[in-house]
T-cell receptor, first 116, second 109 residues
Framework: GAVVSQHPSWVICKSGTSVKIECRSLDFQATTMFWYRQFPKQSLMLMATSNEGSKATYEQGVEKDKFLINHASLTLSTLTVTSAHPEDSSFYIC????????????FGPGTRLLVL | GQNIDQPTEMTATEGAIVQINCTYQTSGFNGLFWYQQHAGEAPTFLSYNVLDGLEEKGRFSSFLSRSKGYSYLLLKELQMKDSASYLCASMDSNYQLIWGAGTKLIIKP
């Protein structure tokens, strides 16, 4: 099946620093990528939808100036958590949708962020 | 509004069969997905139904009734490694996934 990679798999940072997370589709072109956040024992929460070459669409309550998303190519999207705070500590997961179909989303392995 | 309902937790015995139900209400419908998520890991794709009926894939089967807004995931010959959360998600008219809260499945020996 389709493969999506995510880097880094985990990161620990100090409060106030910025963290960049990369999401890559390895064997298909992803016209659309999604960024989710998941707190412990909770379901996935969609943060934003990004389409290649255009601005991301953020869900209500997600600060676009804090969570910067760039989808510069058909295989790469990045999420930058700017000025991270302890409450941003979470499991961040990206998913990608194959440009050839509108259906299945394939998930990256996730990035666990801990802000001290 | 959009809503996905599935049980919070289920318990089953190794070797048995379990059915996890999901009801959905979304703006438009472009298919029903089931994902498996082990603790601390990202979800993995299990199945996709867009037409009514049963789709069988090894030990896992998924059923859809569009008229009833209902789906179920059937797991046969349960193994301990099947202990996980199972997420139901409906794809709406904008091809966005609307997620259920997940069903935590506990398998006992």
């Amino acid at each position: 099946g389709a493969v999506v990679s995510q880097h880094p798999s985990w990161v620990i940072c100090k409060s106030g620093t910025s963290v960049k997370i990369e999401c890559r589709s390895l064997d298909f072109q992803a016209t659309t990528m999604f960024w989710y956040r998941q707190f412990p024992k909770q379901s996935l929460m969609l943060m934003a939808t990004s389409n290649e070459g255009s601005k991301a669409t953020y869900e209500q309550g997600v600060e676009k100036d804090k969570f910067l998303i760039n989808h510069a190519s058909l295989t790469l999207s990045t999420l930058t958590v700017t000025s991270a705070h302890p409450e941003d500590s979470s499991f961040y997961i990206c998913s990608a949708r194959d440009g050839g179909t509108q259906e299945t989303q394939y998930f990256g392995p996730g990035t666990r962020l801990l802000v001290l | 509004g959009q809503n996905i309902d599935q049980p919070t937790e289920m318990t089953a015995t190794e070797g048995a069969i379990v059915q996890i139900n999901c009801t959905y209400q979304t703006s438009g419908f472009n298919g029903l997905f089931w994902y498996q998520q082990h603790a601390g890991e990202a979800p993995t794709f299990l199945s996709y139904n867009v037409l009514d009926g049963l789709e069988e894939k090894g030990r896992f089967s998924s059923f859809l009734s569009r008229s009833k807004g209902y789906s179920y995931l059937l797991l046969k010959e349960l193994q301990m490694k099947d202990s996980a959360s199972y997420l139901c998600a409906s794809m709406d008219s904008n091809y966005q996934l609307i997620w259920g809260a997940g069903t935590k499945l506990i398998i006992k020996p």
